[in-house]
């Protein structure tokens, strides 16, 4: 990355902007967004460890399409064993269905419904396929109806067996990635038509009479894009945090055997003796996956724990949504700057940085990238979507939101300390660098999280091009950034309809 013009003072995304390069890139679909730092992705995109923000669903869904979560810090060891065993289970290909039996009621399917995006549940009678019911079937009727007396037994079903066919191939060796790819790519699109052909967006995939997921026509076109990011297994990624207190190096062991695919070890302050031992006692337990540790924002502290025993830092204080920890402490830096001087430093170590927090737009991803994260860490963005642990609500306009908090919030540390005394617990809730509610609201248009990934990726293709830039580490040295002023960055948004 080189500056068009050069700055004078630290800067934030909003301060700078992205010049367009002579580019031989003919598509935005033929760039390669892996992110290059052992984790697997194949889109640098990491959903942070916030209890509002990431879980299962959250998890299994950012995986299949090639970014990584991870688990937070909060959850007991043996609610992330049992997480992480869901997610390795679940299907890289097929999204996973709402099951529910013929007794269940409309209400329990009303109440299941907001947990996907597709909005609808698949019933079965043992593990046979009975029928669907969409939200449309359970308007107007008794709420205490069975699911037996709504359902569509004829609703149209897709057969696994072209797709299950493709993968026997390719493990038997007789298939390398990209003919598997064009093949499954093919079969998608068959898929698609027939979608579309009954005019219809979901048909859940069965092999015999058993449910192994689920297809939607955005599913299909989706699966063509996005490549999920897989294991050694071909199971779907996720990561897992532990802070730096207690016995580090038991919980890492216990993390590990868990069987997740990156550690983070993760505080708020990480450039501090507390943080240098807790990546010592996980070094030594050989973890084989990649370590990420933060936050920090200077290349003193990219030096000191990348010595530590880091392969990735996280970078940022300060410019999450749910912090803060600069109008508390005066403590932080503009994050752009702190994303180029930290990846500098990291480079020359052989390390990664994360750019965690900030980022509100699709641009502001590229140019944390830019600036030479490999992935981007994104907490409160994805916190108003179906897939995050929230329940949904209703405010009195009808506007659907889900409550999202801060990690150093009075009620994370609420969370955070249940095991400890009522004095100890209710001490360290006076000191609060977060904001302990918001609403998150859901966007009609992108309820869900891969709604905001197509967002995101789209534009960060784009970007690609413009740079002429055909991979992401192309894009770090051809970029060309330039400082703007305020009026600068407003002239970029788009105006209203009707101005």
Partial sequence: MRFLNQPVTDLTYSDVFLVPSRSTVTSRLHVDLSSGDGTGTTIPLVVANMTAVSGKRMAETVARRGGMAVLPQDVPVEVLRQVVEWVKMRDALFETPLLMSPEN???????????????????????????????????????????????????????????????????????????????????????????????????PVLRGREVVGVLTRAGALRSTI?????????????????????????????????????????????????????????????????????????????????????????????????????????????QFSAVLECSTAAAGLGAHVWADGGVRYPRDVALALAAGASQVMIGSWFAGTYESPGDLHLDADGRRYKESFGMASARAVQNRTLGEAAFERARKGLFEEGISTSKMYLDPARPGVEDLLDMITSGLRSSLSYAGAASLAEFRERALVGVQSAAGYEEGRPLPQGW
């Fill in 105 to 203: 009621t409309v209400l329990d399917a009303t109440h299941l419904m907001d947990k996907r995006s597709h909005g609808a549940v698949v019933v079965v009678a043992g593990n046979s396929f009975a029928g669907v019911v969409r939200g449309s079937d359970c308007a107007g009727v008794d709420r205490f109806s069975s699911l037996a007396a709504v359902m569509r037994a004829n609703a149209l079903t897709l057969d696994a067996a072209p797709f299950d066919a493709i993968r026997a191939l390719a493990d038997a060796g007789e298939l390398d990635f990209a003919a598997a790819k064009a093949r499954t790519d093919a079969a998608l699109r068959a898929a698609f038509a027939v979608l579309d052909a009954a005019g219809t967006d979901y048909a």
């Fill in 226 to 334: 996005y490549q999920p990011a897989l294991d050694a297994d071909g199971r779907l990624r996720v990561g897992a945090a532990l802070g730096i207190n207690g016995d580090v190096a038991a919980k890492g062991a216990a993390l590990l055997d868990c069987g997740v695919d990156a550690l983070v070890v993760d505080t708020a302050h990480g450039h501090q003796e507390g943080m240098v031992q807790a990546l010592r006692a996980v070094r030594t337990l050989s973890p084989g996956v990649p370590v990420a540790a933060g936050n920090v924002v200077s290349a003193d502290g990219v030096r000191e724990l990348v010595a530590a025993g880091a392969d990735i830092i996280k970078v940022g204080v300060g410019p999450g949504a749910m912090c803060t920890t600069r109008m508390m402490t005066a403590v932080g830096r503009p």
